[in-house]
C-alpha cells in the first residue's frame, strides 16, 4: 500500500529565526498523525538546526540539490557524504528552477539522483513539461525523455527507493494548479509507463504533485487515485497552510 507524503521545498528562503517559528508550529500542528509521510528539505545552512529541531518527531528532513560527485575540487558543491551527516533522508534532484536556471540537463539530474541513492538518500525525482510543451502536446514526450535518463542509468528497479514529483512548470509559484483530473492524466500516464517495465514497482511508486498546492486544493488533488500527495513550494512557508495540506493527505 502507497503511503501518503507530503514535502516542503523551502527553496531559498527562510532564517535562523523564521525556521524556528514556522517549524514550532509545523511540529505542533502534526503531533500525532502518523498515517502520512512529512518531509521539509531546507537550504544547505539550515541542515544541522533542522536536524536538531526535527529529529525526535514524526517529520523527515532533506536538501534541495545534491553534487553528483562524491568529492573533490567542485567549489560550492555538497556531496551526499555530507547531506547525511546532517541526517537527510530525502534529497529534491531536477527540479524545474535547477534545470532552467543553473544547466542541469536530464543527464546530469540521473547522476545526482544515482548518487542519492548510493549513499542511502531517498532522490525525489522532478518532471513536468513548460507551458510551450503542453501547448505543443509534447507533455507525456517531454516526461518520458525524463524519467528515460534515470532508467537508463539507474534501471527500473531503483524506482523502488525514490519518489516521483510531477511538477508542471506553468503551475510553480503562478498560483495556476494543474486540475486534479489534468494531474491525474499525467500521474497515470507515468505510472503505466513504468508498470510496461515493472508492474509491482509501478504499484508502490510514490508520484507526487506539485505546483500551487494550497490548503484549499489540495484534498482534490489528492483524492486522485495516482496522486500520492504533494511538494509544496510557496505554501510550505506559512505554518497553517502547510500543516492543512499535510493534514488533507493523512485523512
Ligand atoms: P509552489 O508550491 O510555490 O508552486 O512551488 C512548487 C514547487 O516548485 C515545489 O518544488
Known sequence: MRRKMVAGNWKMHGSLVENKRLLDAVIAGLDGLNEARFVVCAPYPYLSSIQNALQSTNIAWGAQNVSQFEKGAYTGEVSTTMLKDFGCRYV?????????????????????????????????????????????????????????????????????????????VWAIGTGKTALPQQAQDVHAFIRSGIAKKNAAIAKELVILYGGSVKANNAADLFAMPDIDGGLIGGASLVASEFVSICRAAHH
Open 92 to 168: 529534491i534532484v531536477g527540479h524545474s528552477e535547477r534545470r532552467a536556471l543553473f544547466g542541469e540537463n536530464n543527464f546530469i539530474v540521473a547522476e545526482k539522483y544515482l548518487a542519492a541513492q548510493r549513499a542511502g538518500i531517498t532522490p525525489i525525482l522532478c518532471v513536468g513539461e513548460t507551458l510551450e510543451q503542453r501547448e505543443a502536446e509534447i507533455t507525456e514526450q517531454v516526461i518520458e525523455e525524463q524519467l528515460a535518463a534515470v532508467i537508463e542509468l539507474t534501471g527500473v528497479e531503483s524506482l523502488s527507493q525514490s519518489v516521483i514529483a510531477y511538477e508542471p
